[in-house]
């Protein structure tokens, strides 16, 4: 009740809180209503109490300047980790692996799996998919305690077990009859940083797919199993045949797919779905560390259906950093490559952030961002007027349209068009763009002319005309140093007298 929250926030203590009746919501004493209603109160008491220890801070800061010890405590969300978080001023780390994934994170994971699951029937004509890809990120895993790592033990039929001390030693599989579905395969992709941060991770998760494989059930209702007996009577050993974890060779980070398109450095959108999956063809678990399995790889991505990726902050989505297209986007199109090209495999976006963890296709997800973000009058405005790192920000923005639309096929018009409108073609937008980083506008207008060469975009042809000559000016002035404005409105107005023809 509200009456009762503020006392909480006006500092009475618990004792007399919880002998308070002076409001008619409370529930009666004696009841389940009121034994519930009293253990949030004395939680929210605690955190209370908890909070008001933010003085802590300075004191740990003047101990760590002292030289002093300072007690060690997980860092995290307040509302996700809950109040094992509090006090403050304490020398935080990140998370312990040995406890992913956390009860919520695991909650929320095998909801956003259930979800993908029942998305896939109603787009299906109720089949389940043989095999889904879920991208395991290293700082994903560490602010959402492991919610991907989540979806992916919720596919395969799996769950945490967890002795006294709080650590989870192991995953156990779900019985067929209590998980009431197939159990469906999973092609775990690892990123650098959760392949070398979280190696218990990867041990437990490929001994749970093993023991998946080697489960006494029929195929048709075990995906892990039906495919590891199609590969051993390809020929694969054991370890082959049950390989799921992938990520790059020991050592080395990235897909290098953004480095190509950064570069321009491609010819067919199929040789970025290529240098995916060359990067990412190493298994990782008891069969070794970092063993080229192309083969296994290969025989996965014929039999996914789906892709998962989780943003874990509001901060920045698809569209604000080029590893998103590089690793989902490649991964879809080398997918679709193998699969005939036929645009079966979808991706589904998990904001791990939100409230209710239903995924979005990607190209929602997209067409959202762009939207809110790239072609919102505000942002762009605001950002623009931040000089040189906001027309950088601009700058990778629109490669990273180009990035989507190799890897995905992301080709609607209406973006090309807004985004030349907004940020080349607008002479006043131009002009801020040129002056404040001549380079980065130079890539703007770049990349919608490679959009437009690379079959991408439609551009009108005085449209396409005027980008060109705008490039040539740009690049005159990175050349020769010049300052231009005024042959920006030179071309301007000869646009202007030529569409009028």
């Known amino acids: 009740p509200e009456s009762v929250f503020d006392r909480v926030l006006d500092g009475v203590n618990e004792a007399d809180l919880l002998s308070f009746r002076g409001d008619a919501a409370i529930p009666q004493p004696g009841t389940a209503a009121f ?4 253990a949030a109160l004395r939680e929210a008491c605690s955190i209370r109490d908890l909070l008001l220890r933010n003085s802590e801070e300075l004191e740990g800061v003047v101990k760590a300047l002292r030289g002093e010890y300072v ?8 509302l996700r980790d809950g109040s094992g978080v509090l006090p403050t001023g304490r020398n935080i780390h990140a998370l312990d692996p040995y406890r992913m994934p956390s009860q919520v994170a695991m909650a929320r994971g095998r909801a956003a799996a259930n979800l993908t699951l029942e998305q896939h029937l109603r787009d299906n004509g109720g089949a389940y998919p043989e095999t889904v890809a879920v991208n395991l990120w290293g700082l994903e895993a560490i602010k959402t305690r492991g919610e991907s790592l989540g979806v992916v033990l919720a ?8 002795e006294a001390t709080g650590r989870v030693v192991r995953y156990d599989l779900v019985p067929l009859e209590e998980l009431g579905r197939p159990r469906v395969d999973v092609l775990a992709s690892l990123s650098g940083i959760f392949r070398d941060s979280f190696a218990n991770v990867v041990e437990l998760l490929d001994d749970v797919l093993r023991r998946a494989a080697e489960a006494d059930e029929p195929p048709e209702m075990n995906f892990v199993r039906k495919h590891a007996l199609a590969l051993l009577d390809e020929g694969e050993d054991f370890d082959g045949a049950t390989a799921r974890i992938f990520s790059n060779p020991p050592g080395e980070f990235g897909s290098l797919v953004n480095e190509r398109v950064t570069d321009s450095s491609w010819e067919e959108e199929s040789a970025l779905g290529e240098t995916w999956a060359s990067r990412n063809s190493f298994s990782f678990g008891k069969g070794g560390r970092g063993v080229d399995r192309r083969n296994t790889l290969d025989k996965l991505m014929k039999t996914t259906s789906q892709v998962v990726q ?16 590089a690793n989902t986007g490649a991964m879809v199109r080398a997918m679709d490559d193998i699969q005939g090209g036929e645009g079966k495999v979808q991706a589904n976006i998990v904001e791990s952030y939100a409230r209710n963890p239903r995924p979005k296709k990607l190209n929602d997800a997209l067409r959202l961002e762009y939207r809110s973000k790239l ?27 180009v990035g989507w639309g190799a ?26 763009l ?6 980065a506008f130079k890539n703007i207008v770049g990349r919608l002319i490679e959009a437009s060469n690379r079959g991408m975009w439609e551009a009108d042809d005085g449209v396409l005309s005027k980008l ?11 050349e020769l140093g010049s300052v231009s404005a005024k042959r920006l409105a030179e071309i301007n107005s000869a646009q202007r007298k030529r569409e009028k023809r």
């Open 468 to 478: 060109r000559d705008l490039y040539e000016d740009i690049d005159d002035q990175l």
């Open 375 to 401: 072609l919102n009058p505000k942002w762009a405005d605001t950002m623009v007027a931040q000089g040189s790192g906001g027309a950088f920000e601009v700058s990778q923005r629109m490669t990273a349209l």
């Open 71 to 78: 007690p060690p405590a997980p860092g995290g969300d307040l």
């Open 310 to 325: 989780c943003l874990d902050s509001v901060e920045y989505g698809l569209t604000d950093i080029q590893e998103y297209y």
């Open 35 to 38: 034994d519930t209603y009293s």
């Open 407 to 432: 890897t995905t096929k992301f080709q609607e018009k209406w973006v090309f068009d807004q985004s030349a409108e907004t940020y080349a073609l607008d002479e006043e937008m131009a002009a801020k």
């Open 434 to 439: 040129r002056e404040a980083n001549p380079e």
């Open 155 to 162: 596919l395969v039929g799996a769950r945490p077990v967890v």
